[in-house]
């Protein structure tokens, strides 16, 4: 238990740190926390193919055909955590490819881009199950989509009714016990 004397300590201290106030600062500290990206702030990570995220994008966007600032904002978590899924299975391939040696034996770009992406997730796990914490991910990710769309679904439903719409069948529940934290 944190005595009163140390959190007050703690509040002290919290008040000195700022972060980066500059432009450069804060540009040389962006990428910091980012090793595998599965869920970085940023959808699209360096050398990801942003022509394929735009075009994921638009197809998802012309099926789902969002109306309004609410139904968009869903329709892009959508896009994100579909992408992000993508991203999963390149970082499993890679994680095969890293553990069964393949790594040395590897002989284009992409399959150096794909063991190093392994790698990554690999060393962030500080070398525990890294097929265990994997699905972690991809069950967070799988969450975030089907809560997205079963929400973008629900307002749809309720716009296309007059705002006349009964309660969701089906009701999102975690019952994990996994904190989001805990990742």
């Known amino acids: 238990m944190t005595s009163e004397k140390q959190a007050e300590a703690n509040r002290r201290n919290a008040l000195k740190s700022t972060g980066p106030t500059t432009p450069e600062g804060k540009t ?11 869920l970085s702030r940023d959808v699209l990570l360096p050398g990801e193919n942003e022509d394929a ?7 998802l966007w012309d099926e789902l ?29 890679g994680i095969f490819a890293y553990e069964l040696s393949e790594f040395r034996a ?12 392994g790698l990554s997730f690999i060393r962030d796990g500080n070398s525990a199950n890294a097929f265990s914490k994997l699905s972690r991910y991809e069950t967070t990710l799988e969450r975030s989509l089907f809560k ?11 716009r296309g009714a007059g705002g006349n719409v009964s309660p969701p069948v089906a009701v999102d529940v975690d019952v994990s016990g996994v904190s ?3 990742l």
């Open 28 to 38: 040389a500290v962006r990428h910091n926390a980012l090793r595998h990206g599965l």
């Open 53 to 59: 995220l735009r075009e994921l994008g638009e197809r």
């Open 65 to 93: 055909q969002p109306v309004g600032a609410l139904e968009s904002l869903l329709v892009e978590r959508i896009i994100s955590s579909t992408w992000r899924l993508q991203r999963l299975g390149r970082v499993e391939a």
């Open 106 to 117: 590897i002989r284009s770009d992409s399959d150096i881009d794909t063991a190093m992406l």
């Open 148 to 158: 997205a769309l079963h929400e973008l679904q629900r307002l749809q439903a309720a």
């Open 180 to 182: 989001r934290e805990g």
